[in-house]
């Protein structure tokens, strides 16, 4: 191995004695090393040493012009630090004074002359046996450093994903959690909806004919925030569903929708920031632009949710611009404020759930549902935003027009009058159902639970049994397998507070012809009571 060391080695000789660079010229040559160069002027050893490269320097101390302490000191400049190179010193002079400057000039061992035979092999040979040792060690070194780098930048990946899996493990089960809350608050949520909305739908009729403009304006607003308010809970479980093929998409006038948000948030950007001494400006930029399909009360919650935001980003007051304009074959509406403006990650990031720069004060909800509202409206988001220079969010949605969106159903009437059993544990709900069906002509017996509903069914006569799902004693599911099994012709409506989760399941429950969930309007109603009724008949007809 030793021999095959001094087979691969570069030798460099440097000595002024042409005699002894010929004597070890041959030592070398004897022993199998070939590859050697050499000077007799200490002036070339620099220039020929960068040149050559050499793996050992046998080097004379005493020469003419330049002596071997210089010379070391220029070989020592420009050896890296992190090499080994051995550099043998020649010479006859062996005091210690000698031995000691040579070596802390960079020498690493000594021959003396006049040379020895066995001993200039013995040095050579040990120092070159160094040099390539050192020089596998480096490069096994640095083999396991690249592999130690890529191994740690594995593991860093490793760790990205890790924590990237776990952020969304986290997400879904906020997510998961937020759908069971939304879910356990839904059936008192929509509860207390059906009221607003029945009543201010009952109102409406009495308004137009003895109140105010003003009056009938505020009453409008009610009824529609009641309906836009009924979204909201189903919709916080389901922020990126897709939109389903059954969802109505009317043609909607987005100029409308703008007018109907600006009139609906006025309380905070108007009354409530101005009792805090903040003054915002709402204004507004309309052009002529094509109805789009959509759902109404979704897209009022869209602007609604960014006029909210664009206020809550201007805490010592600014101007909102709510502008629509025609593009090709769509519509455009953005909202622009001189608020706080956002980071380029801040904006990357807005639409994720659950991220907010409100702190405690935000949920980071609201974009992400409005995100969710836009995609299922096939519609797209830009953001546009400069930290102290406010932001615009532009939405696009496709263009519509009566013949492309889908037709709403034509709310039709039933040829005949039925007697109906509602039964529902809030008496002021049934008493709304009751009025509802009265306005159409129909008559009802109400009852308060389940129970005491079928103790009515079996002492009357009914065309349908309309009832709600939680109530104490027998529920609804349990209430139309009953019916059921005393009149099966007789067609069972479940009309509840968890009508969507239900829905959502998928199918009936056993003994119930239609689920409908609340909040219901009476023109929903009365599509309802028609659809189950005719539904119910043609299929004792083919009986």
Same mark, same amino acid.
């Given at each position: 191995?030793?021999?095959?060391?001094?087979?691969?080695?570069?030798?460099?000789?440097?000595?002024?004695?042409?005699?002894?660079? $010929?004597?070890?010229?041959?030592?070398?040559?004897?022993?199998?090393?070939?590859?050697?160069?050499?000077? *007799?002027?200490?002036?070339?050893?620099?220039?020929?040493?960068?040149?050559?490269?050499?793996? %050992?320097?046998?080097?004379?101390?005493?020469?003419?012009?330049?002596?071997?302490?210089?010379?070391?000191?220029?070989?020592?400049?420009?050896?890296?630090?992190?090499?080994?190179?051995?550099?043998?010193?020649?010479?006859?002079? %062996?005091?210690?004074?000698?031995? $000691?400057?040579?070596?802390?000039?960079?020498?690493?061992?000594?021959?003396?002359?006049?040379?020895?035979?066995?001993?200039?092999?013995?040095?050579?040979?040990?120092?070159?046996?160094?040099?390539?040792?050192?020089?596998?060690?480096?490069?096994?070194?640095?083999?396991?450093?690249?592999?130690?780098?890529?191994?740690?930048?594995?593991?860093?990946?490793?760790?990205?994903?890790?924590?990237?899996?776990?952020?969304?493990?986290?997400? =879904?089960?906020?997510?998961?959690?937020?759908?069971?809350?939304?879910?356990?608050?839904?059936?008192?949520?929509?509860?207390?909806?059906?009221?607003?909305?029945?009543?201010?739908?009952?109102?409406?009729?009495?308004?137009?004919?003895?109140?105010?403009?003003?009056?009938?304006?505020?009453?409008?607003?009610?009824?529609?925030?009641? =309906?836009?308010?009924?979204?909201?809970?189903?919709?916080?479980?389901?922020?990126?569903?897709?939109?389903?093929?059954?969802?109505? $998409?009317?043609?909607?006038?987005?100029?409308?929708?703008?007018?109907?948000?600006?009139?609906?948030?006025?309380?905070?950007?108007?009354?409530?920031? $101005?009792?805090?001494?903040?003054?915002?400006?709402?204004?507004?930029?309309?052009?002529?632009?094509?109805?789009?399909?959509?759902?109404?009360?979704?897209?009022? #919650?869209?602007?609604?949710?960014?006029?909210?935001?664009?206020?809550?980003?201007?805490?010592?007051?600014?101007?909102?611009?709510?502008?629509?304009?025609?593009? %090709?074959? !769509?519509?455009?509406?953005?909202?622009?404020?001189?608020?706080? !403006?956002?980071?380029?990650?801040?904006? #990357?990031?807005?639409?994720?759930?659950?991220?907010?720069?409100?702190?405690?004060?935000?949920?980071?909800?609201?974009?992400?549902?409005?995100?969710?509202?836009?995609?299922?409206?096939?519609?797209?988001?830009?953001?546009?935003?400069?930290?102290?220079?406010?932001?615009?969010?532009?939405?696009?949605?496709?263009?519509?027009?009566?013949?492309?969106?889908?037709?709403?159903?034509?709310?039709?009437?039933?040829?005949?009058?039925?007697?109906?059993?509602?039964?529902?544990?809030?008496?002021? %709900?049934?008493?709304?159902?009751?009025?509802?069906?009265?306005?159409?002509?129909?008559?009802?017996?109400?009852?308060?639970?389940?129970?005491?509903?079928?103790? *009515?069914?079996?002492?009357?006569?009914?065309?349908?049994?309309? *009832?709600?799902?939680?109530?104490?004693?027998?529920?609804?599911?349990?209430?139309?397998?009953?019916?059921?099994?005393?009149?099966?012709?007789?067609?069972?409506?479940?009309?509840?507070?968890? !009508?969507?989760?239900?829905?959502?399941? !998928?199918?009936?429950?056993?003994?119930?012809?239609?689920?409908?969930?609340?909040?219901?309007?009476?023109?929903?109603?009365?599509?309802?009571?028609?659809?189950?009724?005719?539904?119910?008949?043609?299929?004792?007809?083919?009986?």
């Amino acid at each position: 191995m030793t021999n095959d060391y001094l087979s691969k080695a570069k030798v460099l000789i440097v000595d002024d004695e042409p005699a002894n660079v $010929r004597l070890l010229e041959r030592i070398l040559a004897l022993a199998g090393c070939h590859h050697v160069r050499c000077t *007799t002027d200490p002036r070339q050893a620099l220039a020929l040493f960068l040149e050559v490269e050499p793996d %050992i320097v046998l080097l004379d101390l005493n020469m003419p012009h330049m002596n071997g302490f210089s010379v070391l000191e220029q070989l020592k400049a420009a050896i890296p630090l992190e090499d080994y190179l051995p550099i043998l010193i020649l010479t006859a002079d %062996i005091t210690v004074e000698t031995k $000691r400057k040579a070596l802390t000039s960079g020498a690493k061992d000594f021959l003396t002359k006049p040379l020895d035979h066995a001993e200039v092999i013995l040095r050579i040979q040990n120092l070159i046996e160094n040099r390539f040792l050192r020089l596998s060690m480096q490069r096994h070194n640095l083999d396991l450093e690249r592999q130690v780098q890529e191994r740690t930048a594995q593991l860093e990946d490793t760790l990205h994903e890790l924590q990237n899996t776990q952020e969304q493990i986290v997400k =879904q089960e906020r997510l998961r959690a937020l759908g069971m809350m939304a879910g356990g608050i839904a059936h008192d949520f929509n509860n207390a909806l059906t009221m607003m909305l029945g009543y201010g739908e009952l109102l409406h009729p009495w308004l137009e004919e003895h109140g105010s403009k003003r009056e009938i304006t505020y009453l409008d607003h009610i009824v529609s925030a009641a =309906q836009d308010a009924s979204h909201v809970v189903s919709r916080l479980r389901e922020f990126y569903r897709p939109a389903e093929d059954n969802e109505i $998409r009317l043609p909607v006038d987005l100029n409308d929708v703008v007018e109907r948000v600006i009139s609906l948030t006025s309380p905070k950007w108007k009354g409530k920031s $101005r009792a805090a001494g903040v003054q915002i400006e709402v204004i507004s930029h309309l052009a002529k632009i094509p109805p789009v399909a959509g759902n109404a009360a979704e897209l009022r #919650e869209v602007l609604t949710n960014l006029v909210f935001n664009a206020v809550d980003a201007m805490p010592k007051g600014g101007t909102i611009t709510l502008a629509t304009h025609e593009e %090709i074959d !769509g519509a455009t509406v953005s909202i622009t404020d001189t608020g706080m !403006g956002m980071t380029p990650e801040e904006r #990357e990031r807005c639409l994720e759930p659950f991220f907010t720069t409100k702190g405690e004060h935000g949920t980071g909800l609201g974009l992400a549902v409005v995100y969710g509202i836009v995609q299922r409206h096939k519609g797209t988001i830009e953001i546009t935003s400069e930290k102290n220079f406010g932001t615009t969010f532009s939405i696009r949605f496709p263009a519509t027009d009566e013949a492309e969106a889908a037709a709403k159903p034509e709310i039709a009437r039933l040829d005949r009058t039925l007697r109906v059993l509602v039964v529902d544990d809030q008496e002021i %709900i049934c008493e709304l159902i009751a009025e509802y069906l009265h306005s159409d002509g129909h008559s009802t017996a109400c009852a308060f639970r389940g129970d005491e509903a079928l103790e *009515t069914f079996r002492k009357g006569s009914f065309d349908l049994v309309l *009832t709600d799902q939680a109530m104490p004693a027998m529920n609804g599911s349990q209430l139309a397998i009953a019916v059921k099994e005393l009149s099966p012709e007789t067609p069972v409506i479940l009309l509840t507070g968890f !009508g969507d989760e239900m829905m959502a399941v !998928g199918g009936h429950p056993p003994g119930v012809d239609m689920v409908v969930g609340k909040p219901i309007s009476h023109a929903d109603l009365r599509q309802a009571v028609f659809q189950a009724f005719t539904a119910h008949k043609k299929l004792a007809s083919v009986a």
